[in-house]
């Protein structure tokens, strides 16, 4: 299983970009990259998903090296309510194989 | 509305008792997760289910249980086995090529 690697903690202040980056060493070929967002009593909530070189959306952006062994998500301009926990998860989702092993997440502290 | 309904969201019980945590959904999902999340902590992996009747243990398996006799329901029972129970129990679903749906989770503490 691809084991993922991510900043304990982040702080930031509102209207700033904000990189986080996840190690995955050991990512496999069938391996997607996912990236959520969890909130306090809640279940995480899908942000962004992407197998290689760089994906956006209407919140945010995943940039994957040519080698996979990282990725770096980018919310641009953050406000107080993105602050949150971050997960990186890599797994199969093609084949649906192998469990889906979360890291330990990254707190993110928005600051006025 | 397609989703995962996790009941109840709070549950109490006695130390020595099972308690069963409901996980139901309906997106037509093949596969069906159990995580556990102590206060500060990431998810880790209780035990999965890729399709009806077949599941395998996660990385934290011991002292709990589940049962998969339907596509859309995958309970999870805490035995009194689980030293340590109280924690915030998040169910998700998923197919192939699909990220993984979560529900509201339950929290869980042992009186």
């Known amino acids: 299983l691809a084991k993922t690697t991510q900043p304990i903690s982040m702080d930031s202040y509102e209207g700033q970009e904000v990189n986080i980056t996840c190690s995955h060493n050991?990512?496999?070929?069938?391996?997607?990259i996912t990236w959520y967002q969890q909130f306090p009593s809640q279940g995480p909530r899908f942000i962004i998903q992407g197998y290689k070189t760089k994906v956006t959306n209407e919140v945010a952006s995943l940039f994957i090296p040519a080698d996979r062994k990282s990725s770096t998500l980018s919310l641009p301009r953050v406000s107080l309510s993105d602050t949150a926990v971050y997960y990186c998860l890599v797994g199969d989702l093609d084949t649906g194989r192998r469990a889906l092993t979360f890291g330990s997440g990254t707190r993110l502290q928005v600051q006025p | 509305d397609g989703g995962i309904t996790q009941s109840p969201k709070y549950l109490f019980r006695k130390e020595g008792q099972n308690v069963t945590l409901s996980c139901e959904q309906n997106?037509?999902?093949?596969?069906m997760y159990w995580y556990r999340q102590d206060p500060g902590q990431g998810l880790r992996l209780i035990y999965y289910?890729?399709?009806?009747?077949?599941?395998q243990k996660g990385d934290i398996a011991e002292g709990y249980s589940v049962s998969r006799e339907k596509k859309e329901s995958f309970p999870l029972t805490v035995t009194s086995a689980q030293k340590n129970p109280t924690a915030f129990y998040l169910c998700?679903?998923?197919?192939?090529?699909?990220?993984?749906?979560f529900g509201d989770g339950t929290r869980l503490s042992i009186l």
């Open positions: 997106l037509n999902h093949d596969a």
């Open positions: 289910s890729q399709i009806v009747n077949d599941f």
């Open positions: 998700a679903s998923s197919i192939p090529g699909v990220r993984p749906t």
């Open positions: 050991n990512i496999a070929t069938n391996d997607y």
